[in-house]
């Protein structure tokens, strides 16, 4: 049953794209959400999108700090997702990157391992955490080997805490090309290179961020679901 009445749910990186559609739907299926981000400017703009039923809170993946005072709010609570990007990544062949560009990829790694250690603590016992890799995880273009590695690390890290954290359940949501704030540094042109991008997948589009929030709410809400991982991503797994 998709049903949240009663529920609390905290989404890291909740104040745009995947994780803002993220909170949007489960705040309409009846939890209390708490969708958090780093700039206020985010903030504001999804307040004016948002419902009821979402609070937004202002913290940083990378400062441990930034976790007390969202957890003294929310109190315990029943579903974790985190969605933050937390990092630049560079785009570039591996020979061509340094070391240091190439690690600061794995900036969004290191965000999601404090959301699940400063977390868990406040998780209820049938609570579920849900991660967010991404498709070139298993299906990688030339250039693209530390958005690669960062989300084959996210989907390690998945399936190793469904073991170590059951009978909380761990999940990971990978998406293909989501027309989200990700890619609003191509500017006027987002619309028409993303359609570039996916022109050759089975379903021919971006998706949009409601259709990966989707499949995050089905591991919140599927409570016999742990260690595992969902594409999301128009078929572009696909040979
Ligand atoms: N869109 C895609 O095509 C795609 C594909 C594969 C995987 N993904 C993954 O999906 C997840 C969601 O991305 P999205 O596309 O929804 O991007 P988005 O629209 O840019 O949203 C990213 C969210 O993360 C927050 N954030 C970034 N750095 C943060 C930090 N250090 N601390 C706290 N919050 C932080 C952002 O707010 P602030 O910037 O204000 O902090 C925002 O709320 C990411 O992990 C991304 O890597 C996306």
New binding site residues.
């Given amino acids: 049953m998709r049903d949240l009445q009663g529920k609390k749910v905290v989404v ?10 993220t909170a949007i739907e489960a705040a309409d299926l009846g939890a209390e959400v708490w ?9 504001e703009k ?1 307040k004016s999108v948002a419902g009821e039923g979402i609070h937004f809170a202002q ?5 441990l700090e930034d976790f007390d005072q969202l957890f003294k709010d929310t109190g315990k609570f029943d579903h974790l997702v ?6 630049d990544r560079t785009m570039k062949p591996f020979m061509e990157q340094t070391a240091e560009q190439f690690s600061e990829a794995f ?2 790694f290191w ?2 391992t404090n959301v699940v250690r400063q977390g868990v603590p406040h998780i209820k016992p049938h609570g579920s955490i849900t991660l ?5 995880a298993r299906k990688c273009n030339a250039g693209m080997s530390s ?1 690669s590695c ?2 084959n690390a ?1 989907e390690g890290l998945g399936r190793a805490l469904a073991l170590e954290l059951a009978p909380i359940r761990v999940n990971v949501v ?11 540094w191509m500017g006027e042109k987002k619309d028409e290179i993303l359609e570039g991008m996916t022109k050759q997948i089975p379903l021919g589009r ?2 949009q ?1 409601w259709e ?1 929030a989707n499949a995050i709410l089905f591991f919140m809400t599927t409570s016999y679901a742990t260690g595992t991982c969902v594409d999301v991503d128009g078929g572009q797994l696909l040979p």
């Fill in positions: 890291v990186g909740g104040t745009s794209g995947i994780g803002l559609a969708a958090v981000g780093r700039s206020a400017e985010n903030i999804a913290l940083d993946v990378h400062n985190s969605a933050a990007t937390g990092a900036n969004k965000g999601y967010v890799s991404g498709t070139p958005v960062v989300g996210v990978a998406p293909g090309v989501i027309s989200t704030g990700m890619f609003d971006a998706g961020p990966v």
